[in-house]
């Protein structure tokens, strides 16, 4: 049986620091608002393109690898924040890394992109289509922000991140994965302003992030936590079986309800949304590298990863590393 082992990984973070103090120098918020709401302290932005920070991410996670790029077959770029919508941002990143050989295209599932490329690829690979694979997840959603809306200003971040998918016949990689999209109330997230639907907003010069924030707590935990158990359930797992959780990184008390439903301490739990806000589709990716940098997932570490984002998307997937 072929499984798809990720043997490489990278990230990318903006070096410029926005402190909560700083927003407020010219937000009407607090420090004490966002700490204690979202638990974030601080995030990183840019103003470069995104296939910069994705093209960063990729190289390291090339390296990590002992790969070229042209080595690649596939290249999926899960982002909602793209250089431009046509020619789609994959393929800029695809020439930045000489990935001569590869099919590239973007993917839109907003927080749950990386996840949901982590599938696609994975599938890719254990059909026999691909054997090497880039899956990138990266947003740069400061760049919808309005600085005069204090609910969206204070919650994002900029960043990238990329593993790689290899071929193999070592039982690792993605053992399960239930992706999921709940479009119930799909209004309850959504950029104002890009995209054809410009009627109902009529403008295209002035994004927004406009989003009803208890109503996503309630639909995002509901959705993670049942992907989660599918998820744990097909890999013939329970949550005292899980080393690692690697959650979506957009609010400190969202990543909390989910582990105690998980029943796995906090110990376990991968946090950095106090250095980072809320990254996006690189949130999982981003937080994925740091906890191998750490040394928290070691060779055969069982990881618990969730994701849920605009749509509303949700991922529960389980990796053995
Ligand atoms: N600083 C100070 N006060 C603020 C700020 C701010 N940055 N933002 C909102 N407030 C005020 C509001 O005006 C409101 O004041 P009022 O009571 O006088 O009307 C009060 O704080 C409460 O506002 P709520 O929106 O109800 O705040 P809540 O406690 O729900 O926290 C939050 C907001 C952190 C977004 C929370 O709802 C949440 O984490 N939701 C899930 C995650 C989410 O929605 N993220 C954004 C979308 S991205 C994604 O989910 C993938």
């Not at 909560?20 to 302290?41: A, H, P």
Request: charged letters at 20%.
């Amino acid at each position: 049986m072929t499984y798809a082992k990720i043997t490489g990984w990278g990230k990318c973070v903006p070096p410029a620091v926005l402190t909560n103090d700083d927003l407020s120098k010219f937000v009407d918020t607090s420090d004490e608002w966002i700490l204690s709401r979202t638990g974030i302290q601080e995030r990183r932005i840019t103003h470069v393109e995104l296939s910069e920070l994705a093209t960063l991410a990729a190289k390291r996670a090339l390296a990590a690898a002992g790969l070229e790029g042209s080595d690649l077959d596939l290249i999926i770029l899960a982002t909602a924040s793209g250089d431009s919508l046509i020619p789609n941002t994959a393929s800029a990143v695809q020439r930045n890394i000489g990935a001569c050989n590869a099919a590239a295209f973007d993917q839109n599932a907003a927080c749950s992109g990386f996840l949901y490329g982590l599938q696609m690829g994975t599938a890719m690979i254990k059909s026999g289509v691909n054997r090497r694979v880039l899956v990138i997840g990266a947003d740069r959603l400061n760049y919808y922000i309005n600085w005069a809306d204090r609910a969206s200003a204070v919650l994002f971040g900029d960043g990238a991140g990329a593993v790689i998918l290899e071929a193999s016949d070592d039982a690792c990689g993605l053992l399960a994965a239930k992706l999921g999209c709940d479009p119930e109330r799909r209004d309850i997230l959504e950029v104002q302003g890009p995209g054809t639907y410009v009627d109902r907003f009529h403008t295209s010069a002035c994004y927004n992030i406009a989003f009803e924030g208890p109503e996503i707590f309630k639909r995002a935990i509901n959705g993670m936590n049942s992907a989660c158990q599918t998820a744990l359930s097909d890999a013939g797992m329970s949550g005292s079986d899980i080393d690692v959780i690697i959650p979506h990184q957009a609010n400190l008390r969202i990543i909390q309800t989910l582990a105690k439903k998980m029943g796995v301490g906090m110990e376990k739990v991968m946090v950095n949304i106090h250095k980072y806000g809320n990254t996006s589709a690189a949130s999982v990716a981003i937080a994925l590298c740091e906890a191998v940098e750490e040394g928290r997932i070691q060779a055969g570490s069982n990881i618990l990863s969730a994701a849920f984002g605009a749509g509303l998307t949700y991922a529960g997937v389980v990796i053995k590393w």
